[in-house]
């Protein structure tokens, strides 16, 4: 039976799965799990050693993934390709290149995706052995046809078109699944608003199936804040600091690393412990950290503004959303904060009442390693 394994790596994580292809490619997973922690405290040090650990998973110690029988393609999601990779791309030495170039603009996840990509291209066509087809698959295709109002930025018609400047929006496997997965269980619906929910966050606005809005820019560090990137800001305070003398790298630092509830709450970017200090709820069999148990009042105040900002910024682009749809017939949670905490999502929906009477409110855990193999099956 042909089988495919799909790579979904994040910044500290490497998520994966084995599909079988059944009659009629109906997808049986056959194995999987993640490892997570990749670079911190309790995780492997980086992501070539998570590697060795999936591929020993696998029972492959020399790391030759062409050994599993049956595998006849392996698939990556790749963050940012412009208008580069729109549909899956056969991964070469050209295509590593291409997506390399746009690590400047998406530091956080394409730096460590194209590490597992090189690594994972290298161990499935040595010599002696069949070559599998390594395949991209790109996270940001949904958007390609974004009405123009909504792709394009007001600023110098000439300036965007030379640098390619345009939205390109991100967690579109997660927004197209959650999507379908709707579609599957009420069949039309005309206008439906996706909230993806987790370190990175994003909102996206479907009318009759395709995307009118998505909230992610050029780069992740648009619209929505998030864990460590502090979504919309007014562009001005990067030209102030810039003129203190900031250096590019430490805006890209702050801006990607140092904002969203780690820079307000000064304490954490995980929102299990922004709760925590809020004094909210915390599901899971949470634990606090020592460090934190020990931390001044204030602290505690700060932790409640993240989550006030948090769940303010998310009410304003659903109401954005709602006026540009001109109503809403589903809102659907997903990500690891919109499924996992029904304290974030009962505090966002408490003040929009107005705006969600007769709306269906789901929530969804998407499968973007199953939106993957299903958009590299025409090619095997």
Request: charged content about 20%.
């Amino acid at each position: 039976m042909k089988k495919i394994l799909v790579l979904n790596t994040g910044s500290s994580s490497i998520k994966f799965k084995i599909f079988e292809l059944g009659l009629g490619n109906e997808l049986i997973v056959e194995k999987e799990g993640d490892i997570a922690g990749i670079g911190l405290s309790e995780g492997p040090k980086n992501h070539q050693i998570a590697l060795s650990l999936l591929f020993e998973g696998f029972g492959l110690h020399s790391g030759a993934l062409n050994k599993i029988d049956g595998l006849v393609a392996i698939a990556h999601r790749i963050i940012h390709s412009c208008d580069e990779y729109i549909k899956p791309v056969l991964i070469n030495k050209k295509v590593i290149k291409n997506i390399a170039k746009y690590s400047m603009l998406e530091p956080l996840h394409t730096k460590p995706i194209l590490k597992v990509i090189e690594s994972v291209y290298h161990n499935s066509g040595k010599s002696g052995h069949r070559t599998i087809p390594n395949y991209a698959v790109s996270d940001s295709s949904l958007y390609h046809n974004l009405p123009d109002k909504a792709k394009y930025y007001p600023i110098s018609k000439k300036c965007q078109e030379r640098y390619q400047i345009r939205r390109i929006g991100f967690h579109g496997l997660s927004h197209n699944n959650s999507y379908q997965q709707i579609i599957l269980k009420y069949g039309r619906v005309e206008n439906m608003i996706s909230l993806h929910l987790g370190a990175g966050c994003s909102i996206t606005a479907f009318k009759n199936g395709r995307v009118i809005d998505t909230s992610m820019g050029l780069t992740p560090l648009e619209g929505l804040m998030m864990g460590t990137r502090p979504g919309d800001i007014d562009p001005g305070i990067i030209l102030f600091l810039l003129s203190k003398r900031w250096s590019t790298k430490d805006v890209s630092n702050l801006l990607n690393h140092q904002s969203g509830l780690l820079g307000v709450s000064g304490a954490s970017s995980d929102m299990k412990d922004i709760l925590y200090l809020a004094g909210e709820k915390v599901e899971d069999e949470y634990k606090p950290k020592i460090s934190l148990s020990n931390l001044s009042s204030q602290y505690h105040n700060d932790a409640k503004l993240a989550l006030e900002m948090f769940i303010y910024k998310i009410q304003k682009y659903i109401g954005a959303y709602s006026a540009a749809l001109g109503g809403v017939d589903v809102l659907a949670f997903t990500g690891k904060i919109g499924v996992g905490s029904s304290v974030i999502r009962e505090r966002i929906l408490a003040d929009i009442k107005h705006l969600i009477n007769g709306v269906k409110i789901e929530v969804i855990s998407t499968d973007e390693e199953q939106q993957i193999v299903k958009e590299i099956i025409p090619l095997i």
